[in-house]
Every structure is written in structure tokens, then in C-alpha cells.
Nanobody
């Protein structure tokens, strides 16, 4: 059963923008934080941005000032707006949700973001 539904990936030119969305199923209990990780070929998965239930955000240094993470609590949905995209942003992006009830991490299936001219 899909519990994190991702959308918005695709191909964009350098300097362009893209928005990723992730909707969490109500079956995920007591979400503490939601966010996005990414993994490029040959590299480790890394945190891109996350937001807590209290509204606090955390960004990787490489995306600060370019990416903005927001949430819609009523819909259990987070949005990652990516501006001024660079080729090095190319990766598979994975939505993540952390449950404070079970301490489990939930992962989306991944969506490809390719930044290329």
C-alpha cells in the first residue's frame, strides 16, 4: 500500500524551477516530520529539507536560498519548491515521513529530477 504519494519530478533546464509534492496517508500515525531526501548515482542519500510538526524547517547548505519547503497540515502534504536549479541537483528525490508513535521512517517510491540543458 502506497503511504507517501509523490509528484512533480521531471526534466528542467538549469536555472529553472520545479515543485515536488508529497501527500502522506492518514494511515501513518502521528507524523513528527516530513521532508525530502535525494540520492545521485554513486552517492549517499542525503537530506534536502525537512519540516517538523511544529513548523520548523531544516535545509541542506547546498539548497539554502533556492529551495523552500512548506506544508499543508490539513492534507498531510508537503511541497518542495526548487528554484535556480543546477545540474548537481539531479537525483532521485524521496519523500520521507517520521512517525513519533512508531519511530518508523516511511519512504516514497522516489521521483527523478533531472536538471540539464
Amino acid at each position: 500500500q502506497v503511504q507517501l504519494v509523490e509528484s512533480g519530478g521531471g526534466l528542467v533546464q538549469p536555472g529553472g524551477s520545479l515543485t515536488l509534492s508529497c501527500a502522506a496517508s492518514r494511515s501513518i500515525f502521528s507524523i513528527y516530520a516530513m521532508g525530502w531526501y535525494r540520492q545521485a548515482p554513486g552517492k549517499q542519500r542525503e537530506l534536502v529539507a525537512r519540516i517538523t510538526s511544529g513548523g520548523f524547517t531544516d535545509y541542506a547548505d547546498s539548497v539554502k536560498g533556492r529551495f523552500t519547503l512548506s506544508r499543508d497540515n490539513a492534507r498531510n502534504t508537503v511541497y518542495l519548491r526548487m528554484n535556480s536549479l543546477k545540474p548537481e541537483d539531479t537525483a532521485v528525490y524521496y519523500c520521507n515521513a517520521l512517525s513519533s508513535y512508531t519511530s518508523d521512517n516511511y519512504w516514497g517510491q522516489g521521483t527523478q529530477v533531472t536538471v540539464s540543458s
